[in-house]
């Protein structure tokens, strides 16, 4: 081999040697990049307060993960509503993932502000998912995104009240629940056995709907109206008799919200609440209660059979979102088994349940979090408030029905009645 070939054979091989040592120099580079495909995309999503901090964590490690940033908007609960609805109706782009509770779904998905999400669920997702959850995240067979906040009442009691009228045990049924409620204030343990949220707001409804359940029924069945009968009537007319005719409600109740349900508890005043989550936490703390160790939790009473109500806070891809599935992957990494188990060991899991059967049986969630059994047992008899979506002016016509028989303006025969027929011409104003 003559001197010019050796030195040619030198060069390349010195230039083989370089790119070789320069590739793996900026391999992780390379691959780092590669594992983020996504990155320079930019989502939007709009939350109502009280998690912020966990909800913007939450966006970094998206972030970090898939290149996909994640900007949040909080509003305030009152107005996040009128916020997405004016910004759908102009037909605006500015949000990817909207929140919204689980009494608003049929609303955007019937007008068409929110996707279908069908096509991302997997076969392991759909199998993972409790049965509850879908009665709130599907309308007219088509799946429109994932819970966030996921919770139902839950039925507690001051085991001490009862131990001190030699009682062990929850009451199981409604007359067994007047029963000791009557016992319990004929030897003043307390002055009123319950207080309950049966003020005109949305608070009552989701008392009525569980009330009715216990009966056996829902306010609606097949998008039709089911409550002018004998099961309907049956709740309301236990309603008016726990404070009028037994007396072992406050009265104050008809004015109450759910804070001064659970403030009356948590005072001792009270033996039985119907609360939302797991308030055995919050009262056991002192600082907090003056029923420490004193609670427990327990089904529903009944006379049929158990039911609760739930409320969820349903995460959503708008229409107007040009990275659907990006938005998608951030509900799923949000909301997803994974990420669900996160949110309720960091955040204290008292009112958020898990929507996902694998996390319900994670040992470590059942540890953290007294009553969480018997909050998932309730679970199964857990009911939606209808699939309507003219809900809202429904719920703020019956919300007044129910008041009126509550203060006697009307018997609970008529206030169903007239309920009915209000009903019936909300039904005609949306069906035209």
């Known amino acids: 081999m003559n001197k010019n070939m050796k030195s040619l054979v030198v060069l390349m091989c010195m230039v083989l040697l370089l790119t070789a040592c320069g590739s793996n120099g900026n391999s992780s580079s390379g691959e780092t990049e590669s594992a983020k495909p996504n990155k320079g995309i930019t989502l939007t999503a709009i939350t109502p307060p009280g998690m912020e901090d966990y909800y913007n964590a939450r966006s970094k490690a998206f972030e970090e993960k898939t290149g996909v940033k994640v900007n949040i908007e909080v509003v305030a609960w009152n107005d996040i509503i009128t916020k997405l609805t004016n910004d759908a109706v102009a037909g605006s782009d500015t949000y990817d993932i909207i929140g919204i509770d689980d009494i608003y779904l049929a609303k955007f998905a019937d007008a068409g502000w929110i996707v279908p999400v069908d096509q991302y669920m997997t076969k392991e997702l759909k199998g993972d998912l409790m049965d509850y959850a879908n009665r709130f995240i599907q309308y007219k067979g088509k799946t429109y995104g994932l819970p966030w906040y996921t919770a139902w ?170 990275n659907p599935k990006e938005a998608w992957d951030f509900i799923q990494f949000l909301n997803g088994p994974e990420g669900q188990k996160d949110m309720i060991l960091k955040t204290g899991g008292t009112d958020k349940f898990t929507a996902w059967k694998s996390v319900s049986e994670d040992p470590e969630i059942k540890k953290n979090l007294p009553g969480f059994e018997v909050a998932m047992k309730q679970a199964d008899t857990a009911l939606a408030r209808p699939q309507l979506p003219w809900y809202q002016e429904w719920s703020a016509m019956m919300q007044d029905h129910i008041q009126m028989a509550l203060l006697k303006s009307k018997t609970p025969q008529e206030a169903l009645q007239e309920a009915d027929q209000e009903t019936q011409k909300i039904m005609e104003k949306y069906n035209k």
């Not at 030699?166 to 319950?194: C, M, N, R």
């Not at 003020?199 to 069945?221: L, Y």
């Not at 037994?246 to 005072?267: M, R």
């Open 153 to 322: 009442k839950t039925f507690g009691y001051n085991k001490d009240m009862l131990k001190k009228i030699g009682v062990d045990h929850a009451p199981q049924t409604w007359d067994e629940f007047i029963q000791l409620s009557q016992k319990l204030q004929k030897d003043g343990i307390v002055p009123y056995a319950s207080a309950w949220s049966w003020g005109r707001m949305e608070a009552v409804i989701c008392d009525f709907v569980a009330i009715m359940g216990s009966m056996g029924a829902e306010p609606f069945e097949n998008g039709k109206p089911n409550f002018n009968n004998e099961k309907g009537l049956e709740a309301l007319q236990l309603m008016y008799d726990m404070i009028y005719k037994y007396k072992i409600v406050d009265p104050a109740s008809i004015q109450f919200g759910e804070s001064d349900v659970n403030s009356a508890f948590a005072a001792g005043q009270t033996a039985f609440q119907f609360q939302w989550g797991i308030p055995l936490m919050d009262l056991n703390k002192p600082e907090n209660s003056q029923v420490v160790n004193m609670t427990d939790l327990s089904l529903f009473p009944s006379k049929v059979s158990s039911a609760s109500t739930i409320g969820s806070f349903v995460q959503a891809i708008s229409k107007g979102s040009k």
